[in-house]
Structure formats: structure tokens, C-alpha cells
């Protein structure tokens, strides 16, 4: 099925076609019908489907002549999210698909951890306000921006919200909003906490669940090797040079793991940077920018900051240790191996870390080749 065929308009397809999206994806086919039609969404999809652009088309479809135009700081349509890097990227999505329409759209992100004065004044005409919870209360306390002309309301990555404790924050949130408006919940998984969400905020939804690919981990080539904790840095520093790594995203569990693994690589003339929720939102952006464009060797990471890390042709990522949940693995290694781009997927397992490395295999459903090192023996 075209895009032509899913209602959208002559610019939006025109729009589509200069950034070369060819064909709509599963969630993209089923959600912007229903979205056009201001029906409530579930959708249910892994992260990577599509599902920023499934709802960003219809919504600007559905501005364009809804839009008043006066200068004030009543968003037509409010997009909540975990991270300030999803944040970021929600918006660039929404700025990049209405370049071409007709009537301009205003988006703007707000986001803690930067100061928050420009943002008071850059919502000034706002049409579309993507938003971090905690920055949104803090913005709504001091009267900076205003609830009552909302039509839509959308949970992006509500997983990851609930995972981060923002329950309270939403439901205050939510609590302020028009009680007519249209919403959209979109998730990586379908929780319990999901389902009780669902049932206070949708009425009557299309509900749509676009099964994970497991095909898709084909395109990642998994290997692990048996390493002790103490050379954990030193095996990590000889994979980079040994295979001439050019771009490397490495995930560690902590933000001071990150920290010393970077400072590790660095002492040992590796250009590396991290990046984690004590980071700066300069420093963060501007590390993910030269890492996305090749200037930057290796990109050190937790888990929380994977979710605004999307690249199609990443060739390596390495566990430097693994991570809670096989979820989470999947997650991690799935920063490879897009985009019909084949990607190596490399874990550096201790022997205390084997049985939980077992249990990631089993719920994944493929076996990893394990192969025990000795840095001596290179």
C-alpha cells in the first residue's frame, strides 16, 4: 500500500518522497487512517517501526486549517516523552514533514536540564509542544503555557515512562487537559501499567499490536567472549584497534561505569565520549552528532540513552556488561543491523554473568557463539 492511498496531502507526499520514505510501514499503514479520522490509538510496536511518523503525518493533516495563528501559548497538540533526546527528535520529525504545508505548524521541545527561560519564550505561537513531564509541570506552575485548546495528547514511548517513575507527573498532567480531545498511546510493550493507562485515558481505540521481527536480528552477527572483569577495558580497547572499529556504541549499566570506561578508552588515545542523564543536554546533543556523523570513534552509553540513539548503518555495538532484562539485550543490540545494513553485535561476558547470559539467549530464541579470551594470549 502507498502513502497516496493513506489520505495524506499533496505536500505531505511530496515531502515523503524528497526524504525517500518509499512505502508505509505496518503501524504507518494502520494508525494514520485512524489518526485522520481523530480516532484514539493504542499502538503497540518495538522501537525503530515507525511509530514517530505514524502520528506526526495525520497530526499535521489535521492542523492545517484548525490552526487560529494568534501568538499565544495555547499548543494544539501536546506529545509527551521519556528523554530529552526523543524529545529532540519528535520534534525534528514534526519540523522536517511540514516544511511544505501551507499553513505553518510551530513545533516546540521543552526538556529539563537546560535553562528554562528560552523555552517560556519560544512557546510563544506554539502549535505543537513535545514535551518531558517533569519540564511541562515546572512549565504549567509558572503559567507559561496553557492547556485549554489541546485536541490531541500523545504518550510516546509510555513504557519507558512508566519504567521511569513519571506515573504521578502523567496523571497530574493529564488532569489539566481539555476532557474533549483525541489521544494516542504508543508503546514497545503492552504492561500491566499500560493496560490500567489504556483504560483511563482511550475511549474506544483502535487498538493495533505490530508483532517484533525476529527476522530482523539476521541482519546482527551476536558474538560473546569470556572475560574476566579486570580485562574487561583492556579487551574492549584491543577489539577497537584490532578490527580498526571507525564507529562503535558501547552500553555499560551505570553512569559511572560509562564514565570510567570512557575515561579508560581516552587515556589510551581512543576518541570516545559518553553519554547518560548526568550529561549536560549540550554535551549529550553534541556527542550524539559527531558520533552520528563519523566524527566521533565511540559513543558510551546506558540503557536510558539507547532510546534516542537510532542510526541505519552502525556497524558495531559492544556489550561492555549486560544488561537487567533480555528486553533490554534485544533493545541494545538492535541499534545495529538496521536498515538492510548488516551490523556485529559483540558482549563481553564474566564468568558471574554466564547463567544470566544464558537466560538472554533462551528468551531470544538463538544461541550466541562464546569463546573464552586471555589478553595474554594476543
Excluded: W
Excluded at 519507558?160 to 493529564?174: C, P
Amino acid at each position: 500500500m502507498p502513502f497516496s492511498s493513506l489520505g495524506l496531502s499533496p505536500a505531505l507526499l511530496k515531502t515523503l518522497e524528497n526524504q525517500s520514505f518509499t512505502a508505509p510501514t505496518p503501524i504507518q499503514e494502520l494508525a494514520i487512517s485512524a489518526i485522520l479520522n481523530k480516532k484514539d490509538v493504542l499502538g503497540i510496536a518495538k522501537t525503530g517501526s515507525g511509530k514517530t511518523a505514524s502520528y506526526v503525518l495525520p497530526l499535521l493533516m489535521n492542523l492545517q486549517g484548525s490552526i487560529i495563528g494568534t501568538n499565544n501559548r495555547h499548543a494544539d497538540v501536546l506529545v509527551l516523552v521519556p528523554t530529552r533526546e526523543l524529545a529532540e527528535q519528535v520534534k525534528d520529525v514534526f519540523k522536517t514533514f511540514s516544511r511544505t504545508l501551507p499553513q505553518p505548524v510551530k513545533t516546540v521541545a521543552v526538556y529539563g536540564g537546560v535553562s528554562i527561560n528560552p523555552q517560556m519564550m519560544g512557546l510563544q505561537g506554539v502549535n505543537v509542544l513535545v514535551a518531558t513531564p517533569g519540564r511541562l509541570l515546572e512549565l504549567a506552575g509558572s503559567n507559561s503555557v496553557h492547556f485549554s485548546g489541546i485536541q490531541t495528547l500523545v504518550l510516546d514511548e509510555a513504557d519507558k515512562m512508566l519504567n521511569l517513575g513519571f506515573k504521578d507527573e502523567l496523571d497530574k498532567i493529564i488532569a489539566l487537559l481539555p476532557e474533549k480531545r483525541q489521544n494516542i498511546l504508543l508503546s514497545a510493550t503492552l504492561s500491566d501499567d499500560i493496560e490500567q493507562i489504556r483504560q483511563v485515558l482511550l475511549k474506544e481505540p483502535v487498538v493495533i499490536k505490530i508483532a517484533a521481527e525476529e527476522a530482523s536480528l539476521d541482519l546482527i552477527r551476536q558474538l560473546a567472549y569470556v572475560v574476566s572483569p579486570d580485562q574487561k577495558g583492556p579487551f574492549l580497547r584491543y577489539l577497537i584497534n584490532h578490527h580498526e572499529m571507525k564507529q562503535v556504541l558501547v552500553f555499560a549499566s551505570s553512569v559511572q561505569l560509562v564514565d570510567a570506561v570512557v575515561n579508560k578508552l581516552r587515556k589510551n588515545n581512543i576518541d570516545a565520549k559518553a553519554i547518560h542523564s548526568k550529561k549536560s543536554q549540550g554535551a549529550r546533543t553534541e556527542a550524539l552528532a559527531h558520533f552520528k556523523s563519523g566524527k566521533l570513534k565511540v559513543l558510551v552509553s546506558t540503557d536510558l540513552m539507547a532510546r534516542g540513539i537510532d542510526i541505519n548503518a552502525l556497524p558495531f555495538v559492544i556489550n561492555y556488561d549486560l544488561p537487567r532484562s533480555p528486553k533490554d539485550y534485544i533493545h541494545r543490540i538492535g541499534r545495529t543491523g538496521r536498515a538492510d545494513a548488516p551490523g556485529d553485535a559483540i558482549s563481553l561476558v564474566s564468568e558471574s554473568e554466564l547463567h544470566h547470559f544464558e537466560v538472554i539467549q533462551k528468551k531470544m530464541g538463538r544461541q550466541v557463539e562464546l569463546i573464552t579470551k586471555n589478553l595474554n594470549e594476543l
